[in-house]
């Protein structure tokens, strides 16, 4: 059974990009709001080093891309930073963005400051 909201109970993959096996995801997520509240200040690169993270548990069953854009957006706001969309015409760049974080932070920071 599949609960709008409700965390997801079955393991997910972002492209070929393997998330966060679902038991870990209440304290993959916690841990990720934990650490992201004790910033003293944010700034861009913490808002897309974030929604990284974010899409990397990809926590729902469905909509985690919505909810995590929608989280850089206002976090933008919220921050006095220019928010920014992912169009289709950079969509592919973004998946190569999380694809190749860990190794080359650039390629989603340059796709989101595009």
């Known amino acids: 059974d599949r609960v709008v909201g409700d965390f ?6 972002i492209g070929d990009i393997k998330t966060t096996n679902p038991k870990n ?4 997520i916690a841990k990720l709001l934990k ?3 004790e910033l ?3 700034n861009i690169e913490d808002i897309i080093n974030f ?14 891309g919505r909810t995590g854009r929608l ?8 921050n006095n930073i220019m928010p920014f969309i992912i169009d289709d015409e ?5 998946y190569r963005g999380l694809r190749e974080y860990d ?12």
């Open 103 to 114: 190794n080359i932070k650039g390629y989603l920071v340059d796709t989101c400051l595009s």
């Open 40 to 42: 003293k200040s944010v």
């Open 25 to 28: 995801v209440s304290s993959e």
């Open 8 to 13: 997801k109970k079955t393991a997910n993959f």
């Open 51 to 64: 929604h990284y993270k974010f899409e990397i548990i990809h926590p729902f069953e469905d909509g985690n």
């Open 71 to 78: 989280i850089m957006f206002k976090e933008c706001l919220k």
């Open 35 to 37: 650490s992201y509240n």
């Open 90 to 94: 950079h969509k592919l760049f973004y």
